[in-house]
Nanobody, 115 residues
Framework: QVQVVESGGGLVQPGGSLRLSCVVSGIIFSTKEMRWYRQAPGKQRELVAT???????NYVDSVKGRFTISRDNAKNTVYLQMNSLKPEDTAVYYCNVWGGGMNLWGKGTLVTVSS
């Protein structure tokens, strides 16, 4: 049974940091591209960051220099380190498993950036 479970969201002040985690079970994690998306209230879901099986990363322009995606294949986990958070980063963040015919989603974790 495949499971995708995000954690690490919460309330943080502007300028603060959070680290999101996503644990995946039931697949060969190391072979899959992993993605973080987010969906702010009233907006469409947006691709934030990707990391390939080989470790190549890519980011949406609005988070470049502030967010870092990484993976630990031994722990079947992908991370999103978020620094210098802004109110416009407020959203539900979703982990996505992509590749080999897979397009799997977690239930999301809420990040709220507010003073």
């Amino acid at each position: 049974q495949v499971q995708v479970v995000e954690s690490g969201g919460g309330l943080v002040q502007p300028g603060g940091s959070l680290r999101l985690s996503c644990v995946v079970s039931g697949i060969i994690f190391s072979t899959k591209e992993m993605r973080w998306y987010r969906q702010a209230p009233g907006k469409q879901r947006e691709l934030v960051a990707t990391i390939t099986s080989g470790g190549i990363t890519n980011y949406v322009d609005s988070v470049k220099g502030r967010f870092t995606i990484s993976r630990d294949n031994a722990k079947n986990t992908v991370y999103l380190q978020m620094n210098s958070l802004k109110p416009e980063d407020t959203a539900v963040y979703y982990c996505n498993v992509w590749g080999g015919g897979m397009n799997l989603w977690g239930k999301g974790t809420l990040v709220t950036v507010s003073s």
